[in-house]
């Protein structure tokens, strides 16, 4: 079956919503249809996604490009603003989704991070601790990263997501990886092992050997659409789940959707997988409520974002500015290898926020929150201004210290005196500095896309919305499968999150089908896409 935009009404036995979810929320619907129509052909699924398709699309598939989805109209992005809030300077923090086949896989930055161990055990459910998770992790992925002193055993050879990175080291890292060790950092050769935390590591990214992105539409459900050995597999796209609908019983029995501008229904047999998001979160019941879930929408957590620009003595084609610039057009970045040689390490360092309903962001409610930032700016700037490369700072979104301050702007000649870089010594601020500082941040403080949580896997007591098996509480038939379902927040960027959470939902729903038995537990995990 090909992917298309328009149906006959059929009965399924599974459906999967795509389109109604948070950030990945596309992400872990390819992985779910992907695995469970390879695990039994004789299943019909339909894939339902609320944006287009994204077979071999160059804008998506060639990673050099991947600012291109945030852009004003954007075709494959939706933008969506929160209410304005004071602890930002009375702005309203814009949150982007992931609107295509693959959702936000299909869109991102492609960084590879796990979430740390600590994260899956805080969520605290059964099933769902790092040790059970370390397999899910493991099988999802190719890992080319291999070298000395990184242990086998917490990575996979021969999933479907391809994890490199690039053959070519650009100077830059080696120069801050350098002064972050001068300074008494800790250099990781793998951060991603579940337990490694405190230091740096050069950033791997979800891209395969050929230079491609690796998003989950192409990973796990393009391979058995091309291969035409799987009929059992429909993905619907452009096309949006208004509800789901529910029979007396409560049980889910089918999802009404509108395909541009059409009308139909899309009948699940067993089970409705549905990806939720707190906008529209609300609307996947039938009014009157089925079933009252307060913790439906609560509990959205994210992760902070600050840019600080500065001068440096790079040249234009070190960087990615050729192409934001326009200097070089994609298809030249594209022939010149850019998505190889033009990304650079970072460190694992997220900060956690719990948000209030109404889409308010919650940014920077608590203290610690502020206190974080704080410290983030004036590390990466001591750091910053001992790289060989260094060239001073830019008036442009900085902090505004008060006049006389020994921790205001630095320029061109007070950056570049030729001085040993042993000799130089760490700014010092004053409370009025951190004063400074800290209105900067709430001026000017985003979001990494890393929103989650609005349906907790919690205890219905506890607020949550599903249980371990990602059971919607009090209804029947129906599940919830993305990042809306962590409890808590984790250190890590969250597309790997996601996918694993994907692999996990497929490990569920086929063992509740019968799929494979007790004493054949690990058919699935067998399985190579």
Known sequence: MTVANYIQIEEYDIVIAGDMLFRSRGTTACVVAGRLAKADPSLSILLIEEG????????????????????????????YKSK???????????????????????????????????????????????????????????????????????????GPVHITKGYRHQATEDEWLKVA?????????????????????????????????????????????????YPNLHVLVETQVQRVLFDKNNRATGVEITPNPEFQIA?????????????????????PVVSNLPGVGENLQDHHLLLYPYKTSLAPGDTIDDVLSGRVTVEEAIKKDYCHTHFSETTRSFLLVNVAPDLDPGFL????????????????????????????????????????????????????????????????????????????????????????????????????????NLSVHGVKGLKVADLSIPPENIGANTCNTAIAIGEKAADIIAEELGIYSNKAQNKLRRLKL
């Open 52 to 79: 287009k398709d994204n077979h071999e699309d160059p804008m998506i598939r060639n990673p050099v490009v991947f600012l291109s989805h945030l852009a004003p109209g954007s075709k494959t992005v939706k933008f």
């Open 84 to 158: 304005a809030s004071n602890y930002v300077d009375g702005r309203e923090v814009v949150l982007p989704a992931g609107s295509v086949l693959g959702g936000g896989s299909s869109v991102n930055f492609m960084l590879y991070t796990r979430a740390q161990g600590v994260d899956f055990d805080s969520w605290n459910t059964e099933g769902w601790y790092r040790d059970d998770m370390l397999p899910v992790l493991n099988r999802l992925e190719t890992y080319h990263c291999d070298a000395e002193g990184v242990d086998r055993t917490k990575h996979g050879y021969d």
């Open 181 to 229: 060790k001068m300074m008494g950092d800790r250099e990781f050769v793998d951060l991603q092992d579940l337990k490694a935390c405190g230091g740096w590591s050069r950033w791997a990214r979800s891209v395969c050997p050929d230079g491609l992105r690796q998003d989950t539409a192409h990973a796990y459900v393009h391979p058995l659409l091309q291969s035409g050995s």
């Open 267 to 287: 009948t699940p047999m067993g089970q409705a997988v549905a990806p939720s998001w707190v906008i529209k979160a609300k609307n996947l019941t039938c009014i």
């Open 365 to 468: 409610n608590r203290e610690f929150d502020v206190t974080m930032l704080i410290w983030a700016y004036k590390k990466s700037r001591e750091i910053m201004r001992r790289t060989s490369y260094y060239r001073g700072e830019l008036p442009i979104n900085y902090p505004e210290f008060p006049p006389g301050s020994r921790a205001g702007l630095i320029t061109l000649e007070e950056a570049y005196g030729g001085q040993d870089v042993n000799s130089i010594k760490n700014l010092e601020y004053t409370k009025e500095d951190d004063e400074a500082i800290e209105r900067h941040i709430r001026k000017h403080v985003s979001t990494t896309w890393h929103s989650l949580g609005t349906c907790a896997m919690n205890p219905r007591d506890q607020g949550g919305v599903v249980d371990k």
